[in-house]
């Protein structure tokens, strides 16, 4: 079947650390997103990319890094530089023509402890 | 700038009264826009979306959504809702990239 799979759905990090979220997708999809859900501030952009091997950054980038080197995969890094990890992260793939329809992952939760 | 603006953060409402939940976008955003719900802990999953033709749209659930593009509107409804329609609801657009408002979140009693 196909579809877009995160992993882990948990996940605990300790202060100080690095951690990657897993996001593949078999759609065949050229774009794909990273969001940070928090409560009561919907989905905030952190990146996105349009084509292998480019990416772009959102609107709150700092502290995430991501790479892009088969269409299939887009890990987001949440590196110790950012100040307020815990949150849900919520991946999605979009095809870029007809039919126009984005897909979203299950998520995943981290928590800094 | 591109932006999507869902006007109440929350709407309570009973069960078999109809609903209305508001979308404005702005004119950089609008080529597709797009209607998702989302339940606890799970990701998004599409109610609707608008890519052109007939501006009422009607999604699954039995919600459906009107494109105004004199008043840059998106608004979701639904004529009679069900408990299990209690759920967080975020409107998206896309124009060079996939955007959301800040959702809106449902809640239906007895």
């Known amino acids: 079947d196909g579809g877009i799979t995160q992993s882990p759905k948990y996940l605990f990090r300790k202060e100080g650390q690095n951690v990657t979220l897993s996001c593949e997708q078999n759609l065949n999809h050229d774009a794909m997103y990273w969001y940070r859900q928090d409560p009561g501030q919907g989905l905030r952009l952190i990146y996105y990319s349009q084509i292998v091997n480019d990416f772009q950054k959102g609107d709150i980038a700092e502290g995430y890094s991501v790479s892009r080197e088969k269409k299939e995969s887009f890990p987001l890094t949440v590196t110790s530089a950012q100040k307020n990890p815990t949150a849900f992260y919520l991946c999605?793939?979009?095809?870029?023509?007809?039919?126009?329809?984005?897909?979203f992952g299950q998520g995943t939760r981290l928590t800094v402890v | 700038a591109q932006s999507v603006t869902q006007l109440d953060s929350q709407v309570p409402v009973f069960e078999e009264a109809p609903v209305e939940l508001r979308c404005n976008y702005s004119s950089s955003v609008s080529v597709y826009l797009f209607w998702y719900v989302q339940y606890p802990n799970q990701g998004l999953q599409l109610l609707l979306k608008?890519?052109?033709?007939?501006?009422l749209v009607k999604g699954i659930n039995g919600f459906e959504a009107e494109f105004n593009k004199s008043q840059t509107s998106f608004h979701l409804r639904k004529p009679s809702v069900h408990i299990s329609d209690t759920a967080e609801y975020f409107c998206g657009g896309t124009a060079s990239k996939l955007t959301f408002g800040t959702g809106t979140r449902l809640q239906v009693t007895l």
């Open positions: 999605a793939s979009m095809a870029m023509g007809e039919p126009v329809e984005a897909f």
């Open positions: 608008y890519l052109s033709g007939s501006t």
